[in-house]
């Protein structure tokens, strides 16, 4: 870093890179419940409290992206990262391979 001080908080410049990221994000407690989720989130699960109820491969959205979903660790005190990893491109190539 060359020293300059930022204008923002840092708490508030991770809630707003938090809030704008383009892909579902939310963070879990260890049962699975939505502590905290983006817009991208919400967008695409409106009113899911639970995680556990999304599958974890594959899942079509609004049928027209395709996301693998992961966890990841991010507290002593169970909390995870819960976030959607986009596959719609490697999903479409797989079908085109078997329709060959």
């Known amino acids: ?15 707003s890179l938090f809030a704008l990221i383009p892909i579902p994000v939310a963070i879990i407690d260890s049962q699975g419940q939505v502590v905290m989720s983006n817009s991208t989130f919400n967008d695409f699960f409106p009113n899911i409290g639970n995680v556990n ?26 909390l995870s990262i819960f976030f959607g990893r986009e ?14």
């Open 1 to 15: 870093m060359d020293g300059t001080t930022l204008a923002v908080e840092p708490a508030d410049l991770v809630g």
């Open 53 to 78: 109820r999304i599958p974890r491969h594959e899942v079509s959205v609004n049928g027209t992206s395709t996301f693998d979903f992961e966890s990841v660790p991010l507290t002593d005190q169970g």
């Open 87 to 100: 596959i719609t491109n490697e999903v479409e190539l797989r079908h085109q391979l078997v329709h060959m």
